[in-house]
C-alpha cells in the first residue's frame, strides 16, 4: 500500500525545499523526497560554497594588495585546508539548519531516488527498502548537473566539474576553465587568488554571454588585470589526460589558426543539463525539450496534470532564487491558485570582484526588439563611497522605455547583488525613473550610483556632467 500525501516534492533544493515549506504552511501533508543532501546543489555544490570560498580568498587577496599595510607580504599565507574545513562548517550548518526548519513545518524528509510508477504514484529507493508514495499533486524539483561535452570527459581528479572544483585538497598549480559564464569566473577568481595560474576558454566571442555587452567587456578587462587570462572564440577539439596533467587542443575561431594547452586541472564550466532522465523513465508521456529540459506552462505544470516543474529542471536562467519562486508558485497553483509565473523582474548576480548584477532587459535586448531606450549611465570614478572602497571602475546603467519605467538595469561594484533590489522592486512595481531618482538614497553610498544613473537619463545628474 502506498502511504498518501496532499503533495509530493521530487528534489531539496532550493526549488523543493521552499516548495515544501509553502505546502506546510498551507497546512498539507507534504512529503520531500531527496536522493542525496538538503540544500540541493545549491547549497552543497553551487551559491554558498563558491560565495564562502570567494569571501575567504577575498581576505586573503585584499591584504596582499593593499599599499597601506606594512611587512613581509610573502609571510602572509592562506591554509587552503582551512579554508576548506571552514567552507564545509558553513555548509553543513546550513544544511543542518533547514532539515530542523523542514521537520518543524512538519515536512516528512525521505532519502532515496524517486521514480514514477505512474503519474501520481513514485517509489523511493532508500537502503534495502522500496517505498511507494501517492498524491494527485507532485512537484519536480530534481535541478542540473554539470553538461558533459563531447571533447571533455570529467574524471573527477583531473579533469573536473565545479562540484569537484570547490572540494579540491590541493591548489593546483594551473587552471583551464572551459567557459566564460558566472561559475567558470567565480572559480577563476577564487584558484586565481591562490596563486594558481588560470586560463579561461570561451568558445562565443565574450564573456558572459547574454549579458549587457559593455559592462562584461568592462569585467573582462578587470578580471584580466587580476591575472584571470581569457581568450574568447576558442574551440576546443581535443583533450587528453597525460602524466600530471591534461592536454587541450582546439581552433582559435577569431584567427582561425590551432591551439594547444596544458594544465593542472581542467575545470568544465560549459552548461547545465536537467536531472530528467530518471523521472521520464517511469513517465514516459512527460514533455521536454532538446536538451531534455521539463516544459511547463506559464502556471508551471507539464503536460501531465497534477505534475508540475521548477527550478534547474525545467530550464531558463539557472538560478537558486529562480528556483525557490517558482516552488512556492507551483504549490499554490497545485492548491488552486492560478498565478503565472513572470521573469522581467528576475535579477542574476556574478560574485567577482567587483560584482555584476543585473535584471531586466540589456541595451543590446532591449534594441533588439525595437524599444525606444533611454540609457542612464552613473561611472563609479565619480562616487565618493567607491572611492573610499578603492574601486571606482564599475558602473550604474539603467534603461528605461519610452513612458520611462525602468526595463532594465546593470551594475559592476562592490556588493552589486545587494543593490540590484531597489532596481528590481522598480521593474516588478513598473516604476519609473522619477520613482527611484526622486527617493532619498543614503550617503555615501554606492546605491547613490542608481539615483544618479536614473538621473543621468534624463540629464540631471548632479556629480558627473550632463552632456
Ligand atoms: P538543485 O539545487 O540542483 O537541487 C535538486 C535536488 O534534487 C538535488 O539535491 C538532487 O540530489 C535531487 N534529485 C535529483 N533527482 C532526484 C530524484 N530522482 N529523487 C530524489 N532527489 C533527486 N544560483 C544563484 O542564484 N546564485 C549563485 O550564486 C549560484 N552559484 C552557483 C555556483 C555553482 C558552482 C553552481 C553549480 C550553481 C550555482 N547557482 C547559483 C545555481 C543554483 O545552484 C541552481 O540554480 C539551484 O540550485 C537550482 O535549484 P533546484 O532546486 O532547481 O535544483
Given at each position: 500500500m502506498a502511504d498518501r500525501y496532499e503533495v509530493i516534492i521530487i528534489g531539496a533544493g532550493p526549488g523543493g525545499y521552499v516548495a515544501a515549506l509553502r505546502a506546510s504552511q498551507l497546512k498539507k501533508k507534504t512529503l520531500l523526497i531527496e536522493e542525496d543532501k538538503v540544500g540541493g546543489t545549491c547549497m552543497n555544490w553551487g551559491c554558498i560554497p563558491t560565495k564562502h570560498l570567494l569571501h575567504l580568498t577575498q581576505v586573503f587577496a585584499e591584504?596582499?594588495?593593499?599599499?597601506?599595510?606594512?611587512?613581509?607580504?610573502?609571510?602572509?599565507?592562506?591554509?587552503?585546508?582551512?579554508?576548506?574545513?571552514?567552507?564545509?562548517?558553513?555548509?553543513?550548518?546550513?544544511?543542518?539548519?533547514?532539515?530542523?526548519?523542514?521537520?518543524?513545518?512538519?515536512?516528512?524528509?525521505?532519502?532515496?531516488?524517486?521514480?514514477?510508477?505512474?503519474?501520481?504514484k513514485v517509489s523511493v529507493a532508500a537502503s534495502q527498502d522500496v517505498r511507494e508514495f501517492e498524491s494527485s499533486r507532485i512537484v519536480l524539483a530534481t535541478g542540473s548537473r554539470s553538461a558533459d561535452l563531447?571533447?571533455?570527459?570529467?574524471?573527477?581528479?583531473?579533469?573536473?566539474?565545479?562540484?569537484?572544483?570547490?572540494?579540491?585538497?590541493?591548489?593546483?598549480?594551473?587552471?583551464?576553465?572551459?567557459?566564460?559564464?558566472?561559475?567558470?569566473?567565480?572559480?577563476?577568481?577564487?584558484?586565481?587568488?591562490?596563486?594558481?595560474?588560470?586560463?579561461?576558454?570561451?568558445?562565443?566571442?565574450?564573456?558572459?554571454?547574454?549579458?549587457?555587452?559593455?559592462?562584461?567587456?568592462?569585467?573582462?578587462?578587470?578580471?584580466?588585470?587580476?591575472?584571470?587570462?581569457?581568450?574568447?572564440?576558442?574551440?576546443?577539439?581535443?583533450?587528453?589526460?597525460?602524466?600530471?596533467?591534461?592536454?587541450?587542443?582546439?581552433?582559435?575561431?577569431?584567427?582561425?589558426?590551432?591551439?594547444?594547452?596544458?594544465?593542472?586541472?581542467?575545470?568544465?564550466?560549459?552548461?547545465?543539463?536537467?536531472?530528467?532522465?530518471g523521472l521520464r523513465r517511469g513517465l514516459p508521456g512527460l514533455a521536454v525539450t532538446r536538451r531534455g529540459f521539463v516544459e511547463v506552462n506559464s502556471k508551471l505544470e507539464t503536460n501531465i496534470p497534477g505534475v508540475y516543474a521548477v527550478g534547474d529542471v525545467i530550464g531558463g536562467k539557472l538560478l537558486a532564487h529562480k528556483a525557490s519562486h517558482e516552488g512556492i508558485l507551483a504549490v499554490e497553483n497545485a492548491f488552486g491558485a492560478a498565478q503565472d509565473m513572470h521573469y522581467e523582474a528576475l535579477p542574476m548576480a556574478v560574485f567577482t570582484d567587483p560584482e555584476f548584477a543585473s535584471v531586466g532587459l540589456t541595451e543590446e535586448e532591449a534594441k533588439e526588439s525595437g524599444l525606444e531606450v533611454r540609457v542612464g549611465k552613473f561611472p563609479f570614478h565619480a562616487s565618493g563611497r567607491a572611492m573610499t572602497l578603492e574601486s571606482t571602475e564599475g558602473l550604474v546603467k539603467v534603461l528605461a522605455g519610452k513612458d520611462d519605467r525602468i526595463i532594465g538595469a546593470h551594475i559592476l561594484s562592490p556588493h552589486a547583488s545587494e543593490i540590484i533590489p531597489e532596481l528590481t522592486l522598480a521593474i516588478h512595481r513598473g516604476l519609473a525613473?522619477?520613482?527611484?531618482?526622486?527617493a532619498i538614497h543614503i550617503h555615501p553610498t554606492l546605491s547613490e550610483g542608481v539615483m544618479e544613473a536614473a538621473l543621468k537619463a534624463k540629464n540631471s545628474a548632479f556629480h558627473i556632467l550632463n552632456v
Open positions: 591584504v596582499g594588495n593593499a599599499r597601506h599595510l606594512e611587512g613581509p607580504r610573502d609571510r602572509i599565507l592562506c591554509d587552503w585546508a582551512k579554508v576548506q574545513e571552514e567552507r564545509a562548517k558553513v555548509v553543513d550548518k546550513l544544511v543542518k539548519g533547514t532539515e530542523f526548519l523542514l521537520q518543524k513545518n512538519g515536512v516528512a524528509i525521505i532519502k532515496g531516488r524517486a521514480e514514477f510508477v505512474g503519474p501520481d563531447p571533447f571533455l570527459k570529467p574524471d573527477g581528479i583531473r579533469i573536473i566539474t565545479s562540484r569537484e572544483a570547490l572540494e579540491l585538497a590541493a591548489v593546483p598549480k594551473s587552471l583551464i576553465v572551459i567557459g566564460a559564464g558566472a561559475i567558470g569566473l567565480e572559480l577563476a577568481t577564487i584558484y586565481r587568488r591562490m596563486g594558481t595560474d588560470v586560463l579561461v576558454l570561451e568558445i562565443l566571442p565574450a564573456i558572459l554571454p547574454g549579458s549587457d555587452r559593455e559592462i562584461a567587456q568592462r569585467l573582462e578587462r578587470i578580471l584580466i588585470k587580476q591575472g584571470v587570462k581569457i581568450l574568447t572564440q576558442m574551440r576546443i577539439e581535443e583533450s587528453r589526460v597525460e602524466e600530471g596533467g591534461v592536454f587541450l587542443k582546439g581552433t582559435c575561431l577569431k584567427e582561425g589558426t590551432p591551439f594547444e594547452y596544458r594544465a593542472e586541472k581542467v575545470l568544465a564550466a560549459a552548461g547545465r543539463e536537467p536531472n530528467s532522465e525613473l522619477q520613482d527611484v531618482s526622486s
